[in-house]
Nanobody, 119 residues
Framework: QVQLVESGGGLVQPGGSLRLSCTAS????????ISWYRQAPGKQRELVAK???????NYADSVKGRFTISTDNAKNTVYLQMNSLKPEDTAVYYC?????????????WGMGTQVTVSS
């Protein structure tokens, strides 16, 4: 199992920045991939950014060039640096960890952290 704790959300003005953190209860070297998702009111949860073993990363088109996902392996933490924030980035942001054991995949979720972009 993996427990995930997100932090770093808050209220920010358009054009501002926030850094979200997701700390895992075990070494992220044992996790196949860690992702950030978000869910705005009335919308489906969507993938924002993902980092896989080997450090390959990918991003939703809507955040490319503005958001950066990174890891601190010593702290078992994955970060999402969000710059040039827009009102449409407002959502609850969730951390997801995917663990692969033999041929089975297991997904674990954090409780989420609210990001509000508003003037």
């Amino acid at each position: 199992q993996v427990q995930l704790v997100e932090s770093g959300g808050g209220l920010v003005q358009p054009g501002g920045s926030l850094r979200l953190s997701c700390t895992a209860s075990r070494s992220i070297f044992t996790i196949y991939a860690i992702s950030w998702y978000r869910q705005a009111p009335g919308k489906q949860r969507e993938l924002v950014a993902k980092i896989s073993s080997g450090s390959s990363s990918n991003y939703a088109d809507s955040v490319k060039g503005r958001f950066t996902i990174s890891t601190d392996n010593a702290k078992n933490t994955v970060y999402l640096q969000m710059n040039s924030l827009k009102p449409e980035d407002t959502a609850v942001y969730y951390c997801n960890a995917r663990v692969v054991v033999l041929s089975s995949q297991y997904d674990y979720w954090g409780m989420g952290t609210q990001v509000t972009v508003s003037s």
